[in-house]
């Protein structure tokens, strides 16, 4: 059995470190919004003999798909059984993921997790498997082609009728043909929402952006280019209200609409196509934060000119300004700690109420409560993270 080094090609990060004892794998996933930490010690074996294995569910090859599940789930090592021409693993090549090649199933010489290369499973899925050394069972209590085997029998599914029960709590199916494949497809595509969603985005933002993510999934466009055509568009939209007329206020409210929809694509495609990266979590989370530091400028400087130059919409614009700097800085300082925090009130729904508002030509109403409000949110996180601090040292 020979190995093949996949280079990579893109220069993405792992943010991944690893120590190494004795037969264990320790790896710890960061990033900006979380940290993971598991251990595990199984190689993979993928049988990749059916042609289905073949089919492409958005852009990439269901075994494609596989390979970098296994990596991302900590293997210490993937074996592809595979008679013949191999398979090209594209993404799995541009992740720089290394893959041992075999034509015939190795002999076992300690516990492996062995999967059939048609099997559509998500990341928490196929780790629980490799955790608890398991087979794994769809949520209708199929069992599946996935499971860790002690000692080879005359096939996989002689191996593991013994092993305890993992029921997959995502999408977990066997790719048969065209009509599994796209069924797979639709049900991993109505699992890409994001723990930061609200109700606007869970029914109306990401649900109106999916054709739109679907398309560009075969695309070369990147969900970086899709989040920083958001934040241009939220700051236009910004600079609409500068100018203090009620239709260009409708008008801005409507482009802030769309960027939270572009916000959403960006997720969409990132987590469909593993192209998660430090960088877009950087420009996802800034952006955001510029964008409503520009329209809460702009909203001062707006209903300021609505009002004849009078009243207080500069100093509550500036207000609600300084309040989101402040609230960026907390972020920074303890995003690890206040990831709970981040999941439950960084969500773009002001974003419709906003546009109520604008259509009522009350937007100063808006302007009052996002001028109180944000030096609410920011008190909230920093009396999160001196709790937090308080436990970690009791």
Not at 340 to 347: E, L, Q, R, S
Request: proline share 4%.
């Amino acid at each position: 059995m020979n190995t093949v080094k996949i280079s990579s090609r893109q220069g993405y990060t792992h943010a991944w470190t690893s120590a190494v004892p004795a037969n264990s794998l320790a790896l710890r996933a960061g990033g900006l919004l979380g940290t993971r930490e598991f251990a595990v010690s199984l190689p993979v074996l993928l049988i990749a003999e059916d042609p289905a294995c073949h089919r492409t569910i958005a852009g990439w090859t269901v075994l494609d798909r596989l390979v970098i599940t296994a990596h991302r789930a900590g293997a210490e090592g993937i074996t592809l059984v595979c008679a013949g021409q191999r398979p090209k693993l594209t993404r799995a090549e541009a992740l720089g993921i290394d893959v041992n090649w075999a034509e015939e199933l190795p002999p076992l010489e300690e516990n492996s997790l062995v999967a059939s290369g048609q099997l559509v499973v998500q990341f928490p899925d196929f780790k629980k498997v490799l955790t608890e050394g398991g087979r794994l069972f769809s949520e209708t209590r199929e069992p599946l082609p996935c499971g860790v085997v002690a000692e080879w029998k005359s096939s996989q599914e002689d191996s593991l009728p013994d092993r305890p029960r993992v029921f997959a709590a995502g999408v977990a199916c066997v790719v048969k043909d065209g009509l599994s494949a796209a069924q797979a497809e639709d049900a991993l595509w109505d699992t890409m929402g994001s723990p930061t969603d609200g109700l606007v985005d869970t029914h109306f933002n990401r649900p109106l952006g999916r054709p739109l993510s679907r398309l560009l999934i075969h695309s070369r466009i990147t969900p970086n280019q899709i989040s920083i055509f958001g934040i241009m568009l939220g700051v236009f939209a910004a600079y609409c209200f500068t100018l203090g007329l009620s239709q260009w206020m409708i008008l801005g409210a409507v482009l802030l609409q769309l960027s939270a929809v572009m916000g959403c694509i960006d997720g969409d495609l990132a987590r469909m196509g593993f192209k998660e990266t430090e960088a877009g979590k950087w420009i996802e989370f800034g952006g955001h934060q510029m964008v409503r530091l520009c329209l809460f400028a702009g909203l001062g400087v707006g209903v300021y000119k609505l009002n004849g130059n009078s009243g207080p919409a500069l100093w509550l614009g500036l207000s609600a300004a300084v309040g989101t700097v402040i609230f960026f800085v907390v972020m920074l300082r303890a995003h690890l700690q206040l990831q709970p925090f981040i999941n439950k009130t960084a969500n773009r729904d002001f974003s419709v109420l906003l546009l109520a508002l604008a259509i009522a030509q009350r937007v100063d109403w808006f302007l009052w409560l996002a001028a109180i409000g944000v030096h609410f949110f920011w008190l909230m996180a920093l009396w999160v993270q001196r709790r937090n601090d308080t436990e970690a040292v009791a």
